[in-house]
């Protein structure tokens, strides 16, 4: 006979969240740090964090705004000490003058897919211009696809503050992209 039937319905359960949880937390820190190595590298360091302490957080109300909240304490901790050692200029420079990228965040340039990029490119260097706040907000709801109270749980904000930076954010990129307002 087969495994324990009290063993079989974590599996599935785990497996959805670390699938889950992973494209979200790579979407949100490669969009804040504009860097998609360190996102993974946060994405599964956050994964074994949850991993080791699954049965607390399968319990949670919102377990993947938990792993979300983890990663941005972890990115913040990391950025910090990147920034005291003077790394993160010196990187970013590297990157466009050694690869023409925008500092690694997904596939590099190619063929018919210039436009595109572009228009990312253009969405990022926006993006990277709104307040921090406004700028995790908009990265959260648009691009981790959560919903405005898991953001605000994540932030450890109202989620009437989310509706106003999620505004604010939204007329400033607007303007920044300089596209109508609407």
């Given at each position: 006979?087969?495994?324990?039937?009290?063993?079989?319905?974590?599996?599935p359960?785990?497996?959805?969240?670390?699938?889950?949880?992973?494209?979200?937390?790579?979407?949100?820190?490669?969009?804040?740090?504009?860097?998609?190595?360190?996102?993974?590298?946060?994405?599964?360091?956050?994964?074994?964090?949850?991993?080791?302490?699954?049965?607390?957080?399968?319990?949670?109300?919102?377990?993947?705004?938990?792993?979300?909240?983890?990663?941005?304490?972890?990115?913040?901790?990391?950025?910090?000490?990147?920034?005291?050692?003077?790394?993160?200029?010196?990187?970013?420079?590297?990157?466009?003058?050694?690869?023409?990228?925008s500092?690694?965040?997904?596939?590099?340039?190619?063929?018919?897919?210039?436009?595109?990029?572009?228009?990312?490119?253009a969405?990022?260097?926006?993006?990277?211009?709104?307040?921090?706040?406004?700028?995790?907000?908009?990265?959260?709801?648009?691009?981790?696809?959560?919903?405005?109270?898991?953001?605000?749980?994540?932030?450890?904000?109202?989620?009437?503050?989310?509706?106003?930076?999620?505004?604010?954010?939204r007329?400033?990129?607007?303007?920044?992209?300089?596209?109508?307002?609407?």
């Amino acid at each position: 006979m087969s495994a324990d039937p009290a063993d079989q319905p974590a599996q599935p359960a785990w497996e959805d969240f670390s699938e889950s949880a992973r494209e979200k937390i790579i979407k949100y820190v490669a969009a804040m740090t504009r860097d998609y190595a360190l996102a993974e590298d946060v994405a599964q360091e956050t994964l074994i964090i949850a991993w080791s302490k699954w049965e607390q957080v399968r319990q949670h109300p919102r377990p993947i705004a938990w792993a979300l909240l983890v990663a941005r304490r972890m990115t913040a901790k990391l950025r910090a000490q990147e920034q005291r050692q003077g790394r993160i200029a010196a990187k970013i420079a590297a990157d466009r003058d050694h690869t023409g990228t925008s500092g690694g965040l997904g596939p590099e340039r190619q063929g018919g897919h210039e436009q595109t990029l572009c228009d990312r490119d253009a969405v990022l260097a926006a993006l990277a211009r709104l307040p921090h706040r406004q700028r995790e907000v908009i990265i959260l709801c648009y691009l981790g696809d959560m919903t405005q109270a898991d953001v605000a749980a994540v932030l450890g904000i109202s989620v009437g503050t989310v509706k106003a930076h999620a505004h604010q954010g939204r007329a400033k990129l607007r303007k920044l992209l300089g596209r109508p307002p609407g």
